[in-house]
């Protein structure tokens, strides 16, 4: 580790966890096992790499103006926190080089798997289930109420003591050669904290042929895909376009997974996206552009088929509705007459 206290102070100025990982896989990774795993890691202030043209956050101002306004601000936000972490690393002499310092925030923001560490809870039921069974024994041979309680209930408190507060906990980490597998929104990601040993185990969430590649779903839509990935994936599952009005439009045509939206709102976002990119996005960030709005257009096209689905089912009902009408018109007329 870093000296402590320069450490630690970084930290506590810093409450989000992906800089603080940062941070932390900065000061390990000369002098710990972490430091084979951070040499593996792209640069991202390269001007001259890929990656520094796919990642919206390290695009100038004008290159992002082209992005949807929620994109413009993530991104904005993004690169406005990472400059002022880097300039706090730099300070507190954190890193060699800002090559390093952005390296590390960019694995930092790509890397990591955020997973619910149910080690605690299981671990207090289990021991209630253990002291369950210790009162019941002590009961039945015969020791005295009072004696039984006191036992469970300082068993108890014991293990509070030393366990600390049984809670859910989000556990955000990095996951070495697991974080290299590359993204299919198809395929469900299996990683679980194996209570027994403690131990992080990840298995396949799918059936794989010998020779095939392995992948797991990121489970995030194109936007966070882009954001922090470089890339953006063909027919995802999980992509959402986010509307005028700030209500997310899924897959399929359904608006935030309830309504179907209303034909002026989706107009209203192709008018959005219609606006071709400018001259100063080029090469690899116009590729990911031009690919992002294809998928936003698959939305919003989706959309448009659900809402003439709909139009012509009602029209159809309107149809019928109107024959049954001039039917029982022609019933009533016949057996006037017949009278």
Not at 70 to 79: I, V
Not at 127 to 137: K, R
Not at 195 to 208: D, E, K, L, P, V
Not at 210 to 229: A, P, T
Request: aromatic share 10%.
């Amino acid at each position: 580790r870093h000296p402590s206290s320069t450490l630690d102070s970084l930290l506590n100025a810093w409450p989000q966890q992906e800089i603080q990982l940062a941070m932390i896989l900065l000061a390990q990774k000369s002098d710990s096992t972490w430091a084979p795993y951070f040499a593996t890691l792209p640069c991202a202030s390269d001007v001259s790499s890929e990656l520094h043209h796919t990642l919206p956050y390290l695009w100038s101002k004008e290159e992002r103006s082209n992005l949807s306004p929620e994109l413009q601000h993530a991104s904005g936000e993004l690169a406005h926190k990472c400059k002022a972490a880097v300039a706090d690393m730099k300070l507190a002499a954190l890193g060699s080089s800002d090559e390093e310092r952005w390296t590390a925030l960019n694995a930092a923001y790509s890397r990591p798997f955020e997973k619910t560490d149910f080690g605690d809870v299981l671990g207090a039921f289990l021991f209630l289930c253990f002291v369950f069974v210790l009162y019941n024994v002590a009961f039945f041979a015969g020791l005295p109420p009072r004696f039984t309680i006191a036992f469970s209930l300082t068993s108890l408190l014991v293990y509070i003591c030393v366990r600390g507060e049984a809670t859910l906990k989000t556990v955000s980490a990095f996951f070495p050669v697991v974080d290299i597998i590359n993204h299919a929104s198809a395929v469900p990601l299996r990683l679980e904290r194996n209570f027994w040993t403690g131990s992080w185990q990840y298995r396949a969430g799918s059936n794989f042929e010998k020779g095939e590649e392995i992948v797991h779903s990121y489970k995030k839509d194109n936007d966070d895909l882009m954001l922090r990935f470089g890339f953006v994936e063909e027919d995802n599952a999980d992509d959402v376009l986010v509307l005028p009005d700030a209500r997310r439009l899924l897959r399929g045509g359904s608006l935030d997974g309830a309504v179907e939206a209303p034909p002026g709102l989706i107009e209203a976002a192709r008018q959005q996206l219609c606006k071709p990119p400018s001259d100063a996005v080029k090469g690899p960030a116009r590729s990911l552009l031009i690919a992002w709005r294809r998928e936003k257009f698959r939305i919003l096209d989706e959309a448009r088929a659900c809402v003439n689905r709909r139009e012509k089912k009602t029209t159809s009902v309107v149809h019928e509705q109107r024959q049954l009408q001039l039917s029982l018109q022609f019933y009533i007329k016949v057996m006037l007459k017949a009278q």
